[in-house]
């Protein structure tokens, strides 16, 4: 049986890539550095995934499964040496942690049989792979490198953290709404494609990176900003307000036109996308909330991530991103709630996190900014885009 490793025994790592390999009929073997977790799965040698909508639920049992602790370096280096396929999805903040196994495991590798290696980097990071690669480069030789291939996927399915009290009843349960695809950077793939049916190969690979940032997780984002705004908890309540699903429909429908045109794509399947995804952040069942899509600002806010990132590919495309702009000073007004003072400056907090410091995005967030600051409600703020426009042309 073949086995795919997955670096990280997460919310993705089970509840979303354990399930389509197993579904393949591979192993499933975790790397983690949470002892109990590593201990739990092996003691049980399986684990719960729910796969749930706001109507109805599938349970399933992910198995044959077991783990290893990340924190024993030899048996780490072995276990990626052994893989057929290597999976991470740690965090982008995370992937220098790994770094030390992951190289040790390619040198064992490359001394004992010399096959090529294919690694599926699984997070939310533009040019994943490069970052990847400038982190593992200065430790491996020319010909280890040419081993392995550093392979981008766009995670599309939704896993949030099922809520405390169903892990106290069932600690490795892991709760995911239903898509299942996880399209994948066919040109960086080292040999035959593999045989996993929900693994879907694309070229070129970069358009389906931005669609996935600058629609799907620009879209989250603004929902969460806007919910703390509207004093919601979860995102199912939030998209449900209807001045907030105005905003998020506007600035996911800006992106697709600019994704659209810069990659001379489809534009009425990217507008379909983003109302299919609208209709997703609904999915009650999930427990989703603003609280955890929200979370780290600065990341969220900065140059080439889903909102400030999602803005610039807007005006490239020559376009105003009045309503980026609007999630954005939604997002910095939380940020100045966590952590500023009396000396907090939104024009100099802003410039530092996106990088920008004029141009439509940069005026526009600024004034929604002091709107919100002054108490007004969202209405006000969507009027006041509207009228953006009427000021500066329908562009």
């Known amino acids: 049986m073949k086995n795919a490793v997955i670096i990280g025994a997460g919310n993705i790592g089970r509840g979303f890539i354990g ?8 192993e499933i073997v975790f790397l983690d550095v949470a002892a109990p977790l590593v201990d739990a799965l092996n003691a049980a040698g399986a684990y719960p995934l729910e796969l749930v909508s706001s109507d109805s639920a599938e349970r399933r049992i992910i198995s044959p499964v077991r783990a290893v602790n990340g924190r024993d370096p030899e048996a780490a280096a072995r276990t990626i040496a052994d893989a057929d396929v290597l999976v991470t999805c740690v965090g982008a903040k995370a992937l220098k942690f790994i770094v030390p196994n992951l190289t040790a495991g390619v040198r064992l590798r490359a001394a004992e049989s010399g096959k090529p290696l294919n690694l599926l980097i699984c997070e939310n990071l533009m040019d994943a792979d490069a970052v990847l690669r400038g982190l593992i480069d200065p430790h491996l030789t020319e010909s280890e490198k040419a081993l392995l291939g550093l392979v981008e996927t766009s995670v599309g399915r939704m896993v949030p953290h099922p809520d405390k009290e169903l892990l106290e009843k069932e600690p490795l349960l892991a709760r995911a709404e239903r898509y299942g695809y996880l399209p994948y950077d066919a040109d960086a793939w080292l040999g035959d494609a593999p045989d996993v049916p929900a693994l879907v190969p694309c070229s070129p690979f970069r358009f389906m990176v931005e669609r996935k940032l600058y629609i799907h997780n620009m879209g989250h984002a603004a929902a969460a900003y806007l919910g703390m705004l509207r004093g919601y908890t979860l995102i199912a309540d939030t998209i449900a307000d209807p001045a907030v699903r105005v905003v998020v429909r506007e600035a996911m429908t800006a992106s697709a036109r600019a994704l659209a045109k810069e990659n001379d794509a489809d534009l009425d399947a990217l507008i379909a996308h983003g109302d299919d ?25 900065s140059p080439t991530d889903r909102l400030t990132g999602a803005a610039r590919c807007v005006a490239d495309a020559g376009m105003r991103p009045v309503w980026h702009a609007l999630a954005a000073a939604a997002a910095l007004f939380r940020y100045e709630q966590e952590n500023g003072g009396d000396d907090f400056t939104p024009a100099e907090c802003f410039a530092s996190l996106t990088g ?17 600051r002054s108490g007004a409600p969202l209405e006000a703020l969507i009027a006041r885009a509207d009228r953006m426009f009427e000021e500066n042309g329908a562009v």
Not at 19 to 26: E, K, L, R, V, W
């Open 19 to 26: 399930q389509i390999f197993s579904d393949a009929g591979y």
């Open 277 to 301: 995804l609208i209709r997703r952040f609904g999915n009650r069942a999930l427990g989703d909330t603003c609280e955890r899509v929200g979370a780290d600002i600065p990341r969220k806010l």
């Open 356 to 372: 920008v410091k004029s141009g439509d995005y940069y005026d526009a967030a600024l004034a929604f900014f002091d709107l919100i």
